[in-house]
């Protein structure tokens, strides 16, 4: 699952490959923004923990990349 995150004030936002479920990325998301958590944190495929303080969020945006598209087929 593909998961963007935009931080308040930071020129570029971060893209991050998770194995979790839309539901379980949902919740987390959810939870920190109704100040349940301080901070959302997501682990991508390799295990690495992405953190971030859930009062410098600005959007969350989660969704299946999109494949490119090779050649000069119809659209």
Do not use: H
Request: charged share 30%; proline share 3%; no cysteine.
């Amino acid at each position: 699952m593909e998961v963007k995150i935009g931080v308040q004030n930071a020129a570029r936002e971060l893209v991050l490959d998770s194995d979790q479920t839309t539901e379980e990325i949902t919740k987390a998301v959810s939870a920190a923004l109704r100040g349940d958590k301080q901070v959302l944190s997501l682990a991508d495929q390799s295990g690495r923990m992405i953190v971030v303080p859930a009062d410098k969020l600005a959007y969350v945006e989660i969704g299946e990349p999109e494949t490119r598209r090779v050649g000069f087929g119809a659209l």
